[in-house]
């Protein structure tokens, strides 16, 4: 027999072609024991209420579509277990800090164009080897978690600096400007300095570390930022 429980979710609403002002919609369902928040958004969507938007895509935590707030917290809604969150209504937002396109859908062009910035591709001006070029397993630990990271969007959305300055870079677009400036293969920090060593740039983080708890994936966007701040000082100097 299907071990199933009622649930209700609180869901953020909001329409900006039809809505005056946003609101929340409760939504009371049957949720299987093994279903994740996203599981249950789709019940909604696909069985009862098809004007429902939110973005998702792999349903497995690699593609980071589906990063939403669940309960005030950032998380990927296709990894939250619904039968490991106790509070009832669950209540979900979209990710604060970027326009609302429409529900839990909103504007990331700020997000992929605050990344781009910081050239997140190797930059190496050398010759291509005949072979790989080889990287040892020290040299690839330290860029570890920029790797990682899935760009969700959902440090740099839980940011008090983002939403206090649209232009800054962010923790997401800082950690990936680590993760190749820290790559023993790359050679472009240089290229890179410029969109980094400024008030929008690495300057604007205050160690607020609420990006380092907002990560699904565990990483430390923060530390990554620490360690970046002190070789772009080094290069300088
Ligand atoms: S749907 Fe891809 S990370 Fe959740």
Not at 95 to 107: M, Q, R, S, T
């Amino acid at each position: 027999m299907a071990d199933t429980s009622q649930r209700s979710f609180r869901i953020f609403r909001f329409n900006p072609e039809t809505d005056d002002k946003p609101y929340y919609q409760t939504y009371e369902i049957e949720v299987e024991s093994w279903w994740t928040v996203l599981d249950a958004l789709n019940e909604i969507k696909w069985f009862v209420d098809g004007t429902l938007s939110y973005r998702r895509s792999c349903r497995h935590g690699i593609c980071g579509s589906c990063a939403m707030m669940i309960n005030g917290l950032n998380d990927l809604a296709c990894e939250k277990q619904i039968k490991l969150i106790r509070r009832n209504p669950i209540t979900i937002d979209p990710l604060p800090g970027f326009e609302i396109h429409k529900d839990l859908a909103v504007d990331m062009d700020p997000f992929y164009k605050a990344l781009k910035r910081v050239k997140p591709w190797l930059i190496n001006n050398d010759p291509p080897p005949s072979r790989e070029r080889i990287q040892s397993p020290e040299q690839f630990h330290l860029i570890g978690d920029g790797i990682a990271c899935i760009l969700c969007a959902a440090c740099t959305s839980s940011c008090p600096s983002y939403w206090s300055d649209e232009e800054y870079l962010g923790p997401a677009a800082l950690l990936k400007a680590y993760r190749y400036s820290f790559d023993s293969r790359d050679q472009g920090l240089g290229d890179r300095i410029d969109a980094l060593d400024n008030r929008h740039g690495l300057w604007r983080c205050h160690k607020i570390t609420n990006c380092f708890h907002a990560c699904p994936k565990n990483l430390n966007p923060t530390e990554a930022i620490s360690r970046l701040q002190r070789r772009v000082i080094e290069e300088k100097t």
